[in-house]
T-cell receptor, first 114, second 113 residues
Framework: DADVTQTPRNRITKTGKRIMLECSQTKGHDRMYWYRQDPGLGLRLIYYSFDVKDINKGEISDGYSVSRQAQAKFSLSLESAIPNQTALYFC?????????????FGPGTRLTVT | DAKTTQPTSMDCAEGRAANLPCNHSTISGNEYVYWYRQIHSQGPQYIIHGLKNNETNEMASLIITEDRKSSTLILPHATLRDTAVYYCIVRGGPSGSARQLTFGSGTQLTVLP
């Protein structure tokens, strides 16, 4: 079984809808991250969390919110989806013991906003 | 953070060693070199990292020059499944404050049969 799972894997939604992307991990890592990737571009950090009570904005947090329900779960919400939020979304985890830059990524969620 | 320069693309014959270079001439003393790869539309995969010494794990070897201004990732026996975009990233070590991994454009490695 995959260590980092994301649901759904694909989603098409309409402008203005609220949508939630979910991430679960079995690695036992405290740190979790949400990134987005646009075609031909690198990853950009949306939010990150170092533990259940610690949530931080990343580079591009506007229009997004997150919830860290448990050590193993980190959800990303788009409050009112817009077409330029169409992208590939990745969740990642890391262990403080091995460093924040050794991250383990989920398979991604392909989101299309029409 | 130090910037990195990588070739846009490389080919390698299946079974041969793939040597992927990375220049990071502005690297500072406490910055590590990390390598990730991303197979088409999948999540990036951590490969290896190092500070000064050469490193080897089950996936690859990392050779860092003595002046630390460049490094080479070596996949000793490339397979078709190694076809991916390879990213060289230079960042602070484990004690650094939280920041994102900054993925540049990377090198598209194509392993040819």
């Amino acid at each position: 079984d995959a260590d980092v799972t994301q649901t759904p894997r694909n989603r098409i939604t309409k402008t203005g809808k609220r949508i939630m992307l979910e991430c679960s991990q079995t690695k036992g890592h405290d740190r979790m991250y949400w990134y987005r990737q646009d075609p031909g571009l690198g990853l950009r950090l949306i939010y990150y969390s170092f533990d259940v009570k610690d949530i931080n904005k990343g580079e591009i947090s506007d229009g997004y919110s997150v919830s860290r329900q448990a050590q193993a779960k980190f959800s990303l919400s788009l409050e009112s989806a817009i077409p330029n939020q169409t992208a590939l979304y990745f969740c990642a985890t890391s262990d403080p013991g091995t460093g924040i830059y050794e991250q383990y990524f989920g398979p991604g969620t392909r989101l299309t906003v029409t | 953070d130090a910037k990195t320069t990588q070739p846009t693309s490389m080919d390698c014959a299946e079974g041969r060693a793939a040597n992927l270079p990375c220049n990071h001439s502005t690297i500072s003393g406490n910055e590590y070199v990390y390598w990730y790869r991303q197979i088409h539309s999948q999540g990036p995969q951590y490969i290896i990292h190092g500070l000064k010494n050469n490193e080897t794990n089950e996936m690859a070897s990392l050779i860092i020059t003595e002046d630390r201004k460049s490094s080479t990732l070596i996949l000793p026996h490339a397979t078709l499944r190694d076809t991916a975009v390879y990213y060289c990233i230079v960042r602070g070590g484990p004690s650094g404050s939280a920041r994102q991994l900054t993925f540049g454009s990377g090198t598209q490695l194509t392993v040819l049969p």
